[in-house]
Each structure stands twice: as C-alpha cells, then as structure tokens.
C-alpha cells in the first residue's frame, strides 16, 4: 500500500511540474506525402474483370469454372486440360494467363491455389473442391476467391463459386 501512495504522489508531482512549464511547443512540419498508386476508374478494379461467354469443353478434356458470387453468377474465369494457361476477360478483351505456380492436391491438373499472370496482372485463385459423384470426374465449389491485381498495386478481392468438371471422349 505504502508502495501505491509513493508512486501515487511522484507521478502527481511530475505532472503538476509539466503542466508549470511555459514553453513553447516545437513547430509542427508536415511529413512529405507518399507516394500513392494511381487510382483505377470510378467503378474500381472490379470492373476490369468481365464476363466470359459460354466455353466450350472438348471430348476427353477437364475444366475449373468460376463463377462470380454475385447476383447473375457470371463466368469470370476458365482453366482446362488442355494447357496451364486461363482465360478471363479483362478490360473488355478476352486474356490469356499463364500459370506461374501451383500449391495444394491437386484435383485432375487443377491445384487448390494456383497464381496466373499477363500483361502486368496477377490473379490468383484459391478454393476448395468437394467431390461430386453427379460430375463426371469433377468437384463442386462453393467457396473460393479470386483475386485480381495489377501493376499499379490495386487490387481486389471476389468471391467465388464454381466447378471442375469433365467431358468423355468420343466415341
């Protein structure tokens, strides 16, 4: 108890002597500003990220659809077996990516995180497949992201859903 006074009244002491003192304060300077990326147009980065139209899968070839979750569900990316590489569409112009790397089991060629890039963007794509005996050789996603990111250093961040799935060869 003694202790809890002692600390008590120095404490006290030191700011009644603070509050007693009559200088000036230093002059206030503003920091330079930073540096900032430039900002993308009014409706954002996810605007740059358009819809696919219907893909067209070929006999004995495997592909990963994502879809926007959103209202409408648009297809905004596209990966099959036939290469690494992904299509989306970007500023309004179909966009070939080109994997650049890969992490976790993979489900046929597609791997649960994988990074794709082109043209001073990165997307990356994370999800989780769940199998699904209704599709031939495929898996249902019902959560995953993409995330898209460009040279200026914007970036953005959407939710997706999706499928792998695969189609027989011909007979």
């Known amino acids: 108890m003694r202790l809890f ?4 009244v120095g404490a006290g002491l030191m700011l009644s002597a603070c509050a007693g003192t009559t200088s000036t304060p230093p002059p206030v300077t503003q ?3 930073a540096s900032a990326p430039t900002a993308p147009s009014e409706e954002g980065p996810a605007a ?6 219907p ?12 879809f926007a979750r959103e209202a ?15 299509r989306m569409q970007i ?4 966009a070939w990516l080109t994997r650049v790397s890969a992490s976790g089991t993979a489900a046929g060629r597609f791997f649960p995180e994988m990074r794709y890039e082109a043209g ?4 990356s794509v994370s999800y989780v497949p769940e199998l699904n005996g209704n599709l031939s050789g495929g898996a249902v996603i019902r959560e995953g992201r993409l995330t898209f990111a460009d040279a200026s250093g914007w970036s ?10 695969c189609r027989p060869a011909q007979e």
């Not at 006074?5 to 008590?8: C, G, L, Y």
């Not at 500023?91 to 179909?94: C, E």
């Open 31 to 33: 920091a330079p500003a």
């Open 91 to 94: 500023d309004g112009k179909p």
């Open 48 to 53: 740059r990220i358009g819809t696919l139209p």
């Open 156 to 165: 953005y961040v959407m939710p997706v859903a999706g499928l792998i799935a």
């Open 120 to 123: 001073g963007v990165t997307v």
């Open 72 to 86: 409408g569900r648009r297809l905004v990316f596209v990966s099959d077996t036939t290469s690494t590489d992904a």
């Open 5 to 8: 006074q002692s600390v008590a």
């Open 55 to 66: 893909q067209e899968l070929a006999g004995g070839t495997c592909g990963l659809y994502l």
